[in-house]
């Protein structure tokens, strides 16, 4: 994952530990249990992500597609789309991130700038890596 993706991690972490002890508040039994459950439930979960997380370092070189690139693509339809290849936990494409795992990014790892792949019948050719 990236330095940031492993910050915003840490962050949800944060929350669900907040949550859990504002749950701890409530007076009645029952309902500190149903209140407590998700939190406690999400800051194990995320707790260990934390900790078993591997930060990958920004690459290096923008000669070819690798783990932390950002990715301009242009398809046959002339749209123009720009992905930056992450870890599974932080990728979102809406807002321009895929996980490196994805069958796109698996396709643009190694390739370079011109280079085109072929993803469901489309092709798509590199136009820039950062």
Known sequence: MTEAGLK??????QQAREAYEAAQTIEDVNQKRRQSAIPLRD?????????????IADPASTDT?????T?????DDGRVQTYRIVGEDE??????????VSPVARLL???AVGDEVDVSGQSLEIVAIA
Do not use: N, W
Not at 8 to 13: I, N, S, V, Y
Not at 65 to 69: H, P
Not at 71 to 75: A, S
Not at 91 to 100: L, V, Y
């Open 8 to 13: 915003a991690l840490e962050a949800q972490l």
């Open 43 to 55: 800051a194990r979960y995320l707790a260990e992500r934390v900790r078993t997380a591997q930060v």
């Open 65 to 69: 597609v690798a783990f932390g690139s």
């Open 71 to 75: 990715v301009t693509l242009k398809r």
């Open 91 to 100: 990728a979102d494409p809406r807002a321009g991130s895929i996980s490196f």
């Open 109 to 111: 790892m190694g390739k």
